[in-house]
Structures are given as C-alpha cells and as structure tokens.
C-alpha cells in the first residue's frame, strides 16, 4: 500500500489547495492519515420546532410543508421552503443552490442543521445541512472529529480528504508494530486505529484509537532519542579535578548568599566532577534563579586544577555579558577569562587562538565562534552551554569535541517537570533550581487590547521620569525578514514621535549586524537608552536590571514559554517590575495563556499550562520550549504511556530487537520518523 502519493491525487486537490495543505506539513496521503483531529464534536439531539433557540445551531427534523421557490436577487438564487413538526412550522433558505427546488417537495421528511435567526419579520433556519432521516439516527451517536484548520481549508474540506484517504487505503495499511508488542500493551491494531481517530463508532473505540496512536507516537520518540545518544553513556572521567582554591574565595566575594537550591545544584556538580564517570548534566532553572553563579563556580575549580574551561552562549550579547559579570568576580582571583566573539577582529581572534593553545587562557566565555575550526584548547576539562535550547546536537558536540571527552555542563532556562525532564533529556543527569534568589517582587502583569496604547504611552513615559528603562517587543507580522524590520523600525518611529523627545528611543533586531547590536545593548544597559525596542533578539539571557517594564505586542502571537522568558527581563532588580501584554485577539487559548500569564510567574507552573494549551499549529510554542511537538500524545495526561513506550524503547534496543524480522517495519518507521524530526530536537 502506497500512502506516499501526494494529496493531488484526492478529488478536490489542485495545485493552490495542495500549496495550502503544505504550510499544514500535508504533502502526503500519509501525513493525512495521521493529521488527527484535535476534539470531537457530539451530534447534536433534535429539537423541536417550538423549543428552537434564537441564533444558535439547531437540529430539527419534520416534513417540507410548502414546495420550495426559487427566488432571484440581484446575482443569487435564494431558495426558500417551509417545515414543520408537531409542535410547529420554520422556514428555511438555501442559497444559490437552486437545484434544491427539485428535492424539497411537499410531504418529504428531513432533518435540518443551522443557525435559527429571525430576519425580514420570519424565524427561519438559514442554509441548514440536509441529513437523511435515517442517517442521522445512526449519526446521532457518534462523535464528529474536529480538525486543526488554517485559512483557506475548511472543516468540509479537511474532514473530505481525510475520508477519501481512508477509502483509499481500505484497511491495508502495515502494522509497524510487532504483535508481541500489542499484545502485550493491549493495543488496537493499526487500521483499525486510524479509521476511528477519524470516524469514531464511539467515545471507546475513539479512545481505544487513541491509545494506539500516542503509544505509537512516543514509542517512536523514545527509540529515536535513544539510539541518537545511545553513544554517549558513561565515560570514564580523564580529568583529576580534586584542587579547589578558589571555590570559597569565590563565594565570600559575592554580595549575596546561594540559594539551597543553588547549593544543592552545585554540590551535585562538584559531585560528578569528582567522580569517576564525564559528568553529562543539565541544569534546569527559571529565569533569574542565578544559574551564571553555578556555571562560573565550575569554571573556576576546573581552573584551580589547571584545565581549561569553556562556556558557549548562543547570542554576543549574552555572551559579552557573562564574559563581563565571571571577570567581574574571577579577575580579582587571578583567573584568566577571555571572550572570543565573531564581531573580533582577525588579528583579537588569532591571539585568543593562540593564547588558548598554549594555556595561557583558563577560561573561554564566547558564541559559536568557540566551536570554529581554528579554536584549539591545551586541555579543554570542561565545556558548558548556556540557554541550550538555541543550539543544535551538532553544535553541542562541536564543542565538546574540542577537548578529550570533557565534562558536559548544559544550562536550560526552560523549567519542565522533573519526569518530563528525565525522559526529554535521556542519559543526562537532571539538577534543578527550583528556588528563586529572595527579595524578587512579582512583576505585576496586565492584558489589554490596543484601545489602551495612549495610556501605555503616558505610563512608559512615567516610568523613565522615575529613571526606569523599558523594553518594547514589536510583532513580527510574518515569518518574513524584511516585513520584521520595518515593522520594528516603523514602530519606533512612531512611538519617537507620540513621546517627549528627551526620551531616546532605539531598535535592535536580528538582521542588524553583531557590531550594532552590541552597542545598542551596551548602551542600554548603561542606561543611555530609555525605551529599547526589539523582535525577540532581546529574548534570552539578557540582564538590565534597571529596566522594569516590558511591553508585549501582539502578544498573542507568542506561546507561554516565550512569554515568560520575555518577561524574566524585567524583575531583575530592586524596582517593582511590570510586563503589559497587549492583544486585539479574541481566540480562548489566547485569552487562557493571557489569564495565566497574569496570574502566575512560576516557570514551572507555566511551562505545565504550556505543554497543555499548546495545540497543533502552533509554531511558537515549540521552538521556544525547546521540546518536541507531539500529534495526538499529551505529555501530561499520557504521562503513563510516555513512561511505558520510554521503558520499552530501552528494552528494545537493548536486547538489539530491531534487527529482527518482525521488527522491520517499526524499523522503518523510525527512520521515516526521525529523518522528519531530527533536526527539531535539540538534545
Ligand atoms: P539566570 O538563571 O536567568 O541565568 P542569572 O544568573 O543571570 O539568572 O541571575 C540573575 C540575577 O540574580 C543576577 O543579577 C545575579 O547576580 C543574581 N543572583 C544570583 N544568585 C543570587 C542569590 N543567591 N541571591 C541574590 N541574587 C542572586
Ligand atoms: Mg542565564
């Protein structure tokens, strides 16, 4: 069976339809079939003509009592009949489907589906679905699936194309999964699987369907991630790293003490740099749980053992500010930090290069630049990434490749649940800072819709009188570089000009040169800027404590994750702190992550409200998490199955099943699985 045609094969498909359906990731029969609808929708019982409800969609059943009349106005054809029950009579209209005259007779029984509404003085049901009597008794039962849909593709359409596919395939699709396998997890078979997540006889056998489908889903995720890191396990540590001189210098230098979970997450670092395996960890925190502290304590007893130290970060200007704050505290105690930057000039580069190979550098802060070809360490002991969501597996172990299997240190500002966390990241060992620093104030967050600029405006204006600082993320209308900066640069220009003119307003955005960027950033930390207005350039890691309001347009346009990773740039120091999330949306999950984000500012809490308002489609969601987008799994409520399918993964690539016969086609499937995925997940 090939389902691997294109979806131009279906009836209804053209080349403009089939254009549509690829933004949708739909190039294929497949992809139809496994394009699962994101709820059901119950048929609805019949009501009688008496109890209609005004503007909302009814379903009455009765017989046509007046044969029907076409009437022409201006270019349609509006068809009109009347039915009636035994309580009452309606009219109904068609529009422009004049051959409805001909099947509307007078003693015809039918059922109606549509809104009811009362126009030119009659109460009539306005283009309703016409459903044989007979059909819609068996049809009363059953769930009708509810697809994902863009512009352009109806809910007709979609639902269309997905039953011609599942003619299509008339139920010879392979079973990937071995039988053992189903039977011993009590899974439904493949076909039947697929034919009821979209025609479901019942709410069982829809959930039955469903079973199978999310086991299906992360039984393939586990074994993918598996055998990608299945060459990364326990290595023998080649580092002598018992020495550290500087370690409670460091601590009684800093102006504040670590939190416990500060202490705890550094104990457990120190541990497996000790130990006798590669330490392979990440550490997971909030933004502004002060995960830079931890990472430079690590530096520093790396290099009190004189080995070498490196940290990556994914932007310059994060990367100039980390180089800044571990100077800052490592300088005094005559550790030599260096920064390496693609903005350098050749000549900066070639002596960090060179300085770096003969050991004069302990530590090397920087951007991708510290993976180039050139970069070569004397003993590279430990390499760690910060904000690791924006980097690829490649780069990862670009840098890593850098010395003799150093120690991998990986921080994450992305806070998922422990469980979560322990699946997602495999073989790395989780620490978690699950405490924030005392004395942070709630940064007070509000939602309003764009009627209410003018008053932002004045409030802007009345923090930077009080000498505060305020960011501004301008939308990103489409995927598009260029529509991004104008509307950055255009937003600034109107806002400059709505504003007193002592305040200075500038823009940053992606396409600017390293260069620039730095100096907008410098500048605004040191306060010369009053109003930054950015894409999400500013997003990761950035630290101007002054600045404590942060405006959000178009906020719907952003998933929770990356809501509140903007957010965590303002709240950073003494000043109570704002966040303005402006919206004209009306969508409900727009308006639920508007409700959480004003109520909470919990990482953990958020992230869990993410992972489940996060539905299909929604393409800021994922990448700003940093987790793999699921089809039909839900991490949360099929946490059971994610741990089952995650344990059976294991077992399966233990005891090597996959080479066996009756594992050919799950085989396959992964493959086809992962060719898809793999560049999306950045483990
Ligand atoms: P993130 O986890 O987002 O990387 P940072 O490391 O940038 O957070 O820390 C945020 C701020 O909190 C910094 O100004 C840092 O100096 C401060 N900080 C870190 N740890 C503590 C602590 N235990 N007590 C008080 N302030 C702290
Ligand atoms: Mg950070």
Redesign the pocket.
Known sequence: MNTNLPVTVLKGVGDKKSNTLEKMGIKTIDNLLNYYPRDYEKNMPVNKISDIKMNEVNVIEGIICLNAQNIRKRNIVITKTKIRDDTGEIFAIFFSQPYLKNKLKIGNRYVLKGKVQYKYNIIQIVSPEIIDVNNYKMRINRLKPIYPLIKDVSMNFMTSIIQQSLNYTKDQLKDFLPDDIRNSYNLAEYNYAINQIHNPDNNESMEVARKRLVFDEFLLFALGLNLIKEHSTDIPNNYNIDKSTNEKKLLDS??????NA?LKVWDEIKNDLQSSKTMNRVVQ??????????AALALTIVSDNDYQACMMAPTEVLAKQHFE?VTKILNPLGINVELLVGSMTKKQKEETYEKLKNGEINILIGTHAVIQEKVEFKNLALAIT?EQHRFGVKQRENLSNKGNSPHILV?S?TPIPRTLALIVYGDMDVSI?DEM???RQKIETYTVNTSYRERIYSFIEAQINSGRQVYIICPMVEESETLELESVISYTEKIREKISNKIKVEYIHGKMKAKDKNSIMERFSNNEIDILVSTTVIEV?V?V?NATLMIIENAERFGLAGLHQLR?RVG?GKHQSYCVLITDSKNNITKKRMEIMCKYTDGFIISEYDLKLRGPGDIFGFKQHGLPEFNIGDIFRDMDILKEANILAKDILEKEKLFQEEYKYLNKKIKKYFDKRINQISL
């Open positions: 800093l102006p504040y003490k670590l939190t500060q925190g909030d933004v502004g749980s002060g995960k830079t502290i931890i704050s910060d921080m500002a800072i620093p005392p004395g890691g630290n404590p965590g950073r």
